[in-house]
């Protein structure tokens, strides 16, 4: 006796890398990424909306951390192509997300904070984290991320001080 299955027919989409290579990829996937880089950005703004509102003044971080070399540098632009012949460049790519200001008498507060939805980073954003800090570049860097109380519900957003988390690694 055999079985016939209706197969499901996967939708594939080439797309040209930078390097002008074609890979495929599934549509379902293209539509994913694109809805969470969406997600990404609208928290991100709503990060720096709480955080204005808090008194910080608040500025895109532009540069990032080579770790091999020690040195801070402008971050690189990318070019994000979402059709055959047109894109967008996106300049602030750097880390962390943020750079924030606060007043305090004739002295201000510098800190950094790294928008996360999950609020989970990777190991090597651990480790600029620390360098960062041991540095002294900032005098304390937060990781801002996402909770929601029920499915529907009204999102808040959530600090913890990288200082926490690697006390936690290993």
């Known amino acids: 006796m055999e079985l016939d299955s209706p197969e499901k027919e996967v939708e594939y989409k080439p797309v040209v890398l930078d390097d002008g290579t074609v890979k495929l990829k599934k549509k379902v996937n293209i539509r994913r990424g694109g809805k969470s880089r969406s997600g990404g950005g609208q928290f991100e703004l709503r990060v720096r909306k709480d955080l204005e509102g808090k008194g910080w003044i608040v500025d895109k ?12 540098h402008p971050a690189k632009r990318r070019f994000a192509r979402f059709n055959a012949n047109m894109g967008v460049l996106t300049i602030g ?16 507060k510098v800190i950094g904070v790294e928008v996360k939805m999950n609020g989970t ?16 570049i900032f005098s304390e860097i937060l990781v801002a991320s996402k909770i929601q109380e029920k499915k ?13 988390i690697l006390k936690r690694m290993r």
Not at 98 to 105: D, I
Not at 152 to 161: A, F, L, Q, T
């Open 93 to 108: 790519t750097g880390f962390p997300d943020f750079v924030c200001f606060e007043k305090r008498g004739d002295l201000y």
């Open 61 to 72: 971080w532009s540069n990032n951390l080579d770790l091999e070399t020690g040195e801070v």
């Open 121 to 136: 980073l990777s190991k090597v954003e651990k480790d600029k984290c620390a360098w960062y800090l041991e540095n002294e």
């Open 152 to 164: 529907g519900g009204k999102i808040s957003v959530e600090y913890v001080d990288v200082g926490e």
